[in-house]
């Protein structure tokens, strides 16, 4: 049966420009395998005439948008956003690792999977590429917990073999054992799929990269996420380990680890050569501007990325990011825009559009993640993942998007004042 929600309609075309109906209808219906799937989108006036037969839900003074999408998460750290440090490195001694070393207890593992998805739906994000930890029963809670939701979400097994600590070092030959038998258990089960997981560079052996690149070749559908380039001392630490590798982006390149549904976080301390690596390959990095600010790590470099066509979309990067709402993550993002690499004021700002923030965050990054016409927008053949949003949610946000005279003004005052209260509704693409 045929569902329609009248609403105003958010979407956006083939080169990512919004696509904005005031009087808007989404009309969805559920394919072959019983998923709902946008079917027509548009203003009510062209839409409704084709649909006599929908069911139609009237959503007065609400926007329709599409489900947001987080391109770098840590499920396990989402008791840790928050915690004081000078920097990467030690926050992950003093407060990631032992947070970590928890998730081999199956029990604490679910506790933490299904807080975690609470607040991604109550944040309006319905996908996200996320890490779990180095235990096995932290992917199973993951994956358990997302297809009880019906949730498209992906994760995978951190692989970290070496300079970790007890509790969640990982041995290099059962780590990539337990790797493929988690492939074979989850990905493309319903709507899950998995993500080959170095932690970063400086964790992995040789022989576990090399592993981890040779399954990625052998299932050559599947994602894989690390880091790179996040802090000064970071990499100077990967020069040390990587003295032949022209840079620590390479290091990845080496070990083929780079193709397309390749996404790294952070990728701030890189060159043109890496971002042009990038777009020869397909590869995404995934931006993360509250974590980056938070943890002091540097800037994210936009315009560099516009210019050589690099791939990127917004990420989290909770708990070094510092909230799952997306429109903290855009906000900053628009900060960042506004700096360069050496946290200088440009001439005269590189100012994001609202509507190209929005984009990053849902059919960017989704196009990003190798998931274009999949999620992330709300054109026909999209999966229906979408947000009720409530541009009156709280009396200054009522009354600035009131005062908005265009779409980019609107945009903008649900960045910069929204937060969760904003996400009225998140409604999932699901049978019946």
Request: proline share 6%; glycine share 8%; hydrophobic share 40%.
């Given at each position: ?178 790797t493929e038998s988690l492939i074979r258990k989850w990905h493309n089960v319903d709507r899950l799929g998995y993500a080959i997981t170095p932690r970063f560079a400086p964790t992995s052996t040789d022989a576990q990269m090399r592993g ?221």
């Amino acid at each position: 049966m045929k569902k329609a929600y009248r609403a105003s309609l958010l979407r956006f075309d083939d080169a990512g420009l919004p696509v904005f109906d005031e009087d808007g209808l989404l009309v969805v219906a559920p394919d072959a395998a019983g998923r709902q799937r946008v079917v027509d989108a548009g203003s009510h006036a062209a839409v409704s005439p084709r649909h006599p037969d929908a069911d139609v839900t009237h959503l007065p003074g609400r926007i329709l948008a599409p489900g947001f999408v987080d391109m770098h998460i840590h499920f396990p750290q989402t008791d840790i956003i928050g915690a004081p440090s000078p920097g990467l490195l030690p926050w992950l001694e003093n407060y990631t690792f032992p947070a970590e070393s928890k998730f081999v207890d199956p029990a604490h593992s679910r506790e933490v999977a299904d807080v975690f998805f609470d607040e991604l739906l109550r944040n309006g994000v319905t996908t996200s590429l996320t890490f779990a930890t180095s235990h096995v029963a932290s992917v199973d809670a993951f994956f358990e917990g997302a297809q009880r939701r019906r949730l498209r979400m992906i994760t995978g097994k951190v692989l970290q073999d070496r300079n970790s600590p007890d509790g969640v070092r990982d041995q290099t030959e059962q780590s990539l054992i337990d790797t493929e038998s988690l492939i074979r258990k989850w990905h493309n089960v319903d709507r899950l799929g998995y993500a080959i997981t170095p932690r970063f560079a400086p964790t992995s052996t040789d022989a576990q990269m090399r592993g981890a690149g040779e399954l990625a070749a052998k299932y050559g559908d599947t994602w894989i996420q690390s880091h790179v380039a996040e802090n000064r001392d970071e990499v100077q630490w990967a020069r040390e380990l990587y003295p032949k590798s022209r840079s620590y982006l390479d290091v990845y390149a080496g070990f083929g680890l780079m193709r397309e549904r390749a996404v790294y976080a952070h990728c701030i301390y890189i060159d043109d050569e890496d971002r042009r690596l990038m777009r020869e390959t397909k590869t995404a990095a995934a931006v993360s501007p509250t974590s980056n600010l938070f943890l002091g790590s540097g800037f994210f470099d936009f315009g560099a990325a516009d210019r050589i066509e690099s791939p990127y979309g917004l990420a989290s990067d909770v708990g070094g990011g510092t909230s799952f709402s997306p429109f903290h993550t855009m906000l900053a993002a628009y900060y960042v825009g506004r700096t360069t690499v050496e946290g200088i004021q440009t001439k005269a700002g590189l100012s994001i559009p609202p509507s190209r923030l929005w984009w990053h965050h849902t059919g960017g990054a989704a196009r990003s993640l190798g998931l274009d016409g999949v999620v992330g927008n709300l054109q026909p053949g999209c999966e229906a993942d979408f947000l009720v949003l409530n541009p009156a949610a709280t009396p200054l946000l009522a009354r600035k998007t009131k005062l908005a005279n265009t779409l980019e003004e609107l945009l903008f005052a649900m960045i910069v004042l929204g937060d969760d209260r904003l996400v009225e509704r998140t409604v999932i693409s699901q049978a019946g």
